[in-house]
C-alpha cells in the first residue's frame, strides 16, 4: 500500500495481506494491516469504491462512500451495517475523520458474546488512488493510533 506511519515496537511485526474476497464477490480492493502483539488493533486500507454487494447488513461495518461530513449524526448512522453507539467528529492529519463505537456481536464454536468496538475512519486519505483508512482498535488504544495516524505518509 502507499501508506507509511510509524508505530511503537511494542506492537509487534506489521504483515500487510490484500483481501481474499473474491473479485466476483466484491467492488474494488482492501489491504489489511495487522501487528503481530495486538491482535485488536487492525488498519485497513480501502478503495473509495469498496463494498461488497451481497454482503449482509450485519457484515458490512461501513459505507465510506456514504460519509459526507456535511449530514448530521444521525443521517452518518445510516452509512453502518448496524446503528453506532457513539459518532464523534474529529480531524487526523487536516484531514476530516469519524471516531464511532460500535456494539459487535461474535459467534464462537461455545459462545455467542458481544463486545464494543471502536473505529477511526477517514475517508479519502490518500489522493491516488482515492483510498480510505479505517483503523479497529481497543479502547485503551486511542491515544497510541492518534500518535500513529499523526505520523502517515
Known amino acids: 500500500t502507499p501508506l507509511t506511519f510509524c508505530y511503537p515496537s511494542a506492537l509487534g511485526a506489521v504483515e500487510e495481506k490484500e483481501t481474499e474476497i473474491s473479485p466476483e464477490h ?3 480492493t482492501y489491504y489489511l494491516i495487522d501487528f503481530s502483539n495486538q491482535s485488536q488493533l487492525q488498519m485497513k486500507l480501502q478503495t473509495s469504491n469498496f463494498k461488497q454487494p451481497n454482503a449482509s447488513e450485519a457484515m458490512q461495518v461501513v ?3 456514504c460519509i459526507h461530513f456535511s449530514k448530521s449524526n444521525e443521517e452518518l448512522q445510516s452509512c453502518f ?10 480531524v487526523v ?4 475523520a469519524l471516531r464511532v463505537a460500535l456494539q459487535r456481536f461474535s459467534l464462537t464454536e461455545i459462545d455467542a458474546f458481544s463486545h464494543q468496538e471502536h473505529l477511526l475512519i477517514v475517508p479519502q ?3 491516488t488512488p482515492k483510498m480510505d483508512l479505517i483503523v479497529t482498535y481497543p479502547e485503551e488504544m486511542e491515544d497510541t493510533v ?3 495516524l499523526n505520523t502517515v505518509q
Open 93 to 96: 492529519r487536516n484531514q476530516k
Open 63 to 65: 459505507e465510506t462512500s
Open 26 to 28: 466484491r467492488e474494488g
Open 146 to 148: 492518534e500518535q500513529m
Open 125 to 127: 486519505l490518500i489522493e
Open 81 to 90: 451495517g448496524q446503528p453506532p453507539l457513539e459518532i464523534e467528529r474529529t
